[in-house]
């Protein structure tokens, strides 16, 4: 069965410095692997995916994650935070084969002050 | 396409009452899951359907919970008799298939007093 473990409930970080929210994975299969943001009152949105082909993903916002399947991480990264940015994000795990079971992690929040 | 829909979006009914929450999936998509989310929990996957079949029910929290998808349009996840702690809110999602992006309803918020 797959998980997802999100190390960090809150990240605090500043206007205009680097973002890290982290996420550890576990699956039994080559995983699907996906972030995503909610922002207050409102669904989800996909930020961005990897599914087997290049690590290192691109998204949306100047968002970024990279695929390390020796560390089964997908962390999520941005070089430099902006205020809208402040919210919640959830790491997400599907197997590749098989049906699609998205699990979701805990969610981090995301705080940046001025 | 509108995307996905529920109704209602917010639902606020006494203990013991019987609620229906409905979700219209975007057109063509093949899975639909339903997704419970409260602060002490997060975000719990209760079932998931995929042309219309349930693939996996472990999520759903006791017996009083049901979901069926009668048609590829349509689901709806009842819980009957209600209870204070099923407060939440539910989200409903559609995909077009494996690997590909969830588009997620705007969800219900329940509130069972």
């Known amino acids: 069965a797959q998980s997802v473990t999100q190390l960090d409930s809150h990240v605090s970080v500043s206007e205009g410095t680097p973002v890290l929210l982290r996420c550890n994975y576990s699956s039994s299969y080559s995983p699907s692997l996906f972030w995503y943001v909610q922002h207050p009152n409102k669904g989800l949105q996909l930020l961005l995916k990897?599914?087997?082909?290049?690590?290192l993903v691109k998204g949306i916002n100047g968002f970024e994650a990279e695929f390390k399947k020796s560390e089964t991480s997908f962390h999520l990264t941005k070089p430099s935070a902006h205020m809208s940015d402040a919210t919640e994000y959830f790491c997400v795990v599907s197997d590749l084969t098989g049906f699609q079971k998205l699990v979701f992690g805990t969610g981090t929040r995301l705080l940046v002050s001025p | 396409d509108a995307g996905v829909i529920q109704s209602p979006r917010h639902e606020v009914t006494e203990m013991g009452q019987e609620v229906t929450l409905r979700c219209k999936p975007i057109s063509g998509h093949d899975y639909l899951f339903w997704y419970r989310q409260t602060m002490m929990r997060g975000l719990e996957l209760l079932i998931y359907?995929?042309?219309?079949?349930?693939?996996?029910d472990s999520g759903m929290p006791e017996d009083r919970f049901s979901a069926k998808m009668p048609n590829a349009s349509f689901s709806t996840l009842k819980i009957q008799p209600s209870e204070p702690r099923d407060s939440a809110v539910y989200f409903c999602?559609?995909?077009?298939?494996?690997?590909?992006?969830?588009?997620f309803g705007q969800g219900t918020r329940l509130t069972v007093v």
């Open positions: 359907f995929n042309n219309n079949v349930p693939i996996d």
């Open positions: 999602a559609s995909t077009a298939g494996r690997n590909t992006e969830a588009f």
């Open positions: 990897y599914t087997s082909a290049a690590t």
